[in-house]
């Protein structure tokens, strides 16, 4: 029997890490990561979870660490947010590139200046582009979920891809929440020990991580390509393989609700989608014909989904906890970008908001609803709004 | 304790035959990949080597050209240590047995951008062998100064000219620093003085957890010698005492050589390019420190 136990986000992900049977962690702690390693090294510490656990100076030798480890075999899982994420970058390029199916737990966190330490997407989303398979959660049980799937979709040989299971700082990592925790042996059928070629040993010696010449690097990086457009496959399989064994199915890239007859729809990631969908379902109840497109992956990106999504609304809202300074949320430039490709005509509109932990509310998202079932942008031709902005803005 | 390991010395006459490190495209005369090679003669196939990105990787790892035999890996610059503790713990966990650990990295990649995981390294304890090869100076970017470049050196961000006279600062004191973790066992040594290196390597291929060795390694593409001398050049650093032979052990430091008296720094300067430039006043000043540093040495150690 599963059981369920009222444990916060953090807590979810160290109980999936356990879980998973990782052999190596290494960790730098970084708020709101903190309670995730904290328990771990308590599971370390009771013999719960058999693995070693190295206390690392920093979080760029935390990524170091599990690539050395990666490297002869070892599943091995990391956890970070922010600054911490940052710092890392080096080593997120160098284990895409190597190949090396390390599993991160990122607290999504707004990044300094000023420093916060509350909730945003600008810290994983500034990195989308480093290689790593991205995966935003709702709620508690699908971080934990995730955390089991990401070590399965990652290792998969067609994929060996580093994964990053993100979840909101605070709103997830620290809120408290009724969780099921699977039974160990289903989760050993489920994921099986990480089985590659591709690591040192005494039978076969490599020298990896090599260096190589411009007649080399391009392909080199189009199977890196290839391997993300694997894991595609891999991901849905995987959740189906999941749905079977615990009865929870997330859908594959995104998840649509209530999509079907709506005039409008907005685009969420992470732990917003939970507010968005009450909303949903209250303006449902007055007639109003609004839906909601969960983003699960960044990368790969479920761009195809997308296009089908958008084929079927009038207006498309898109929430971004992040900015790209200068231009538009990150979620919106590629959203934007799939529509583009399919001569999409679709209403658009970028919302920002909720940086550095600010609630997003009830209210703030009937609004968006309520601009985008007009059919007009409220300023023509202004595609993207700050909300809840407390400056006055010229009119 | 583990310095009481009774260990074959390895002499020229015992030595295996056996090569991992060839075919990689160092330049002619290279001290840092004889220490590389040696070192691996002694540690031997079961030895998974971590090398940061610098000479040793740049040289050793063109694809598909690779120079290692044994097991290798380029690890990012600031995390040499890092990577071969994970290596280490992934070993560890998975259960294999009978093999050694080993990092490679230069002066740069130890002493500046790679020394805080090294610090992680020693303080965790991980049973890994460090190995500097120092050649004072960051070469495979083309010579620019290092926190163990000496004082006077000429190199391409210390050009020596009216105004300066090469680098105005004085060598990092790597080894002491090392020795401060506590750590079980490090050493300095030179490819000069081969058999005391890999004696030294042996000592901490047999110690269990993290052991340290600085090893004087010349380039003669950044020092400015002829390629035949580097192995000459490396000994005559010791024997002017511009660099020494030393152990730390059991929190005790040991002196392995304390000339009577000093072969001349100065000549030793003057064989060099990257010292050619040095005046009476700047040699004077060398001269200074190494004496001030053995009377420091002879002081504690001995």
Not at chain 1, 91 to 96: I, P
Not at chain 1, 348 to 373: A, V
Request: proline share 4%; aromatic share 10%.
């Amino acid at each position: 029997m599963e059981q369920n136990i009222f444990i916060s986000g953090d807590e979810a992900v160290a109980h999936g890490v356990r879980l998973s049977r990782p052999n190596v962690i290494a960790a730098y702690p970084i708020t709101p990561q903190t309670i995730t390693v904290e328990r771990l090294s308590d599971m370390v510490e009771c013999g719960d979870l058999k693995a070693e656990y190295m206390h690392v100076e920093s979080e760029h030798s935390a990524i170091c660490a599990t690539m050395g480890a990666s490297a002869v075999g070892a599943r091995t899982f990391t956890a970070s947010s922010s600054q911490g994420l940052l710092y890392m970058t080096e080593g997120l390029h160098y284990c895409s590139g190597g190949r090396y199916p390390v599993v991160m737990m990122n607290a999504n966190r707004s990044v300094a200046l000023p420093w916060s330490i509350y909730g945003d997407h600008r810290d994983s989303l500034s990195l989308l582009d480093c290689g790593w398979i991205q995966v935003y959660v709702e709620d508690a049980q699908e971080a934990l979920d995730m955390t089991i799937q990401a070590f399965k979709i990652a290792e998969h040989k067609d994929v060996l891809t580093p994964m990053m299971v993100n979840l909101d700082g605070f709103i997830l990592t620290h809120t408290y929440e009724m969780v099921s925790i699977p039974e160990q042996d289903k989760v050993d059928a489920f994921l099986p020990p990480f089985q590659t070629e591709n690591k040192m040993c005494f039978e076969n010696p490599k020298n990896m991580a090599f260096s190589s010449q411009p007649d080399d690097n391009t392909e080199f990086k189009y199977q890196q390509n290839e391997a993300m457009f694997n894991a595609v496959k891999v991901l849905k399989q995987t959740n189906k393989e999941f749905a079977q064994s615990f009865g929870r199915d997330y859908g594959d890239m995104v998840e649509e609700y209530r999509c079907d007859d709506a005039d409008a729809i907005l685009v969420t990631l992470g732990s917003v989608t939970g507010t968005v969908r009450v909303v949903v379902d209250k303006m449902r109840a007055e007639g109003k014909k609004v839906g909601l497109l969960k983003i699960r992956y960044m990368r790969p990106f479920p761009e195809k989904e997308i296009i089908a999504t958008a084929k079927k609304v009038k207006a498309i809202g898109v929430i971004d906890k992040d900015i790209s300074f200068g231009y538009e949320g990150t979620v919106f430039t590629n959203v934007n970008s799939a529509l583009a490709k399919a001569n999409s005509t679709v209403l658009k509109k970028n919302y920002i908001g909720g940086l550095g932990g600010r609630d997003i509310t009830k209210n703030e998202i009937e609004n968006m609803f309520n601009e985008l079932l007009t059919g007009k942008l409220k300023k023509d031709g202004e595609h993207v709004e700050f909300f809840n902005l407390k400056v006055a803005i010229d009119e | 304790m583990s310095n009481m390991l009774d260990i074959k010395k390895i002499t020229p006459k015992n030595i295996t035959d056996k090569e991992l490190f060839y075919g990689h495209k160092a330049c002619a005369g290279c001290g840092g990949s004889l220490a590389v090679r040696l070192a691996l003669k002694v540690l031997g196939e079961r030895t998974y080597a971590a090398l940061p990105a610098g000479c040793m990787s740049a040289v050793g790892f063109i694809y598909p050209q690779m120079a290692f035999k044994n097991n290798a890996i380029i690890t990012p610059f600031p995390g040499v240590a890092s990577m071969a503790s994970g290596i280490e713990a992934g070993a560890k966990a998975l259960g294999i047995e009978d093999y050694k650990t080993v990092a490679f990295a230069g002066d740069g990649g130890t002493a500046d951008i790679g020394f805080q995981a090294l610090s992680g390294m020693i303080d965790r304890d991980d049973n890994v062998l460090y190995i500097c090869y120092d050649n004072e100076a960051y070469m495979n970017t083309g010579i620019q100064k290092s926190g163990l470049t000496p004082f006077g050196t000429k190199t391409t961000t210390t050009p020596a000219g009216k105004n300066l006279p090469g680098s105005i600062t004085h060598k990092k004191n790597l080894f002491e620093i090392i020795a401060a973790h506590d750590i079980k066992y490090a050493a300095t040594a030179s490819i000069g003085y081969p058999q005391d290196f890999i004696n030294k390597v042996n000592k901490a291929k047999h110690i269990k957890g993290a052991t340290f060795i600085h090893v004087y390694a010349s380039c003669p593409t950044g020092w400015g010698t002829p390629t035949h001398t580097s192995v000459e050049i490396a000994k005559e650093a010791v024997d002017c005492g511009l660099f020494y032979l030393a152990e730390y052990e059991n929190g005790e430091f040991k002196l392995n050589k304390n000339p009577k008296e000093f072969a001349s720094a100065a000549e030793y300067l003057k064989k060099q390019g990257r010292f050619k430039h040095m005046t009476e006043e700047n040699i004077n000043e060398v001269v200074a420190q190494r004496d001030m540093k053995w009377e420091r040495m002879r002081r504690k150690w001995l």
